[in-house]
């Protein structure tokens, strides 16, 4: 079991990246973590979540369980600051996510962009989520705001 | 015809969304911060919309979403503790997200479509 706390680096330990620190093209390097039926039960309790989505009969989990551990993907290279704002996310689904077992994922992922808008600073990256055997199960884009001035 | 899904947003389920995703920002659990910060007061996790939004796209499209889904969403003004949001869906897939007061929050599309971010993008602002 992996909670998505165990590895993403928190806010507020140590200073947080500057939006000028963020350099495009950087690899992100990738992240082995295990969404278990736990997870996606305390996932789907956490934003309300009704109606669990089956196939033949099976239960699904809601494939933006991911989110939880997509910040990760980025913070464990570039320490995050207080004050980050989500400005949009783009969301490629692949391929399914069970509710009933375990599922081990390894994603990783790139910084694509870097760009102010009215005197603000964004930063984009991209994930790729796949099983540990390589199915794919997602792809990612996401942009956030990051404090911390013009560059 | 458009779908629609309410959603009570509480600071007891900020609180508790933060505690599972480990996001430790105090613009979510902070009000005297976030109102330093220029907000009316803490906001919601962005990623609890987006989870939202996907329940209602998913019930609309079927599972078979999930392996060649599309869904993209565009945050324009922060939902905060006491909101009840109201997502709504339209045939076409456009995305809406209110809060209070009818003040959009949220912008998007949610579609069949597959492919990946080479494939379709909707670019940066």
Known sequence: MT???????????????????????TRLPAVHFT???????????????????????????PTTVLTLYQT??????????????????????????????DTTVEADGEVVDRFERRQKQYVKWAVEFRTNEGRPIASS?????????SS | MTGTLRRQITQESINRYGELNGDNDQLHYDAEYARSRGFEGTIAH??????????????RMGSAWFEQGYV???????????????????????????????????????????????DQTSGSE
């Open chain 2, 46 to 59: 962005g990623l609890m919309l987006l989870g939202t939004v996907t329940e209602l796209a998913v019930s």
């Open chain 1, 141 to 149: 884009l996401c942009t956030l705001y990051i404090p911390g001035g």
């Open chain 2, 72 to 118: 993209g969403l565009k945050w324009i003004a922060p939902t905060h503790a006491g909101d009840e949001i109201v997502v709504a869906i339209d045939d076409a897939g456009k995305i809406e997200v209110y809060a209070a007061a009818g003040r959009v929050v949220a912008l998007g599309t949610a579609t069949s479509a597959g492919g990946g971010p080479s």
């Open chain 1, 72 to 101: 990760a993907i980025l913070y464990r290279r570039f320490l995050p600051p207080q004050g980050v704002i989500l400005r949009e996310q783009e969301w490629w689904w692949k391929g399914l996510v069970w509710a009933d077992e």
């Open chain 1, 35 to 61: 969404v278990t039926r736990a997870i996606v039960v305390d996932y789907c309790a956490a934003i309300g979540w009704k109606v669990m989505p089956t196939r033949d009969g099976r239960p699904l989990a």
């Open chain 1, 3 to 25: 909670h998505p706390s165990e590895i993403k680096p928190r806010e507020g330990y140590a200073r947080g990246t500057r939006p000028s620190e963020f350099i495009v093209g």
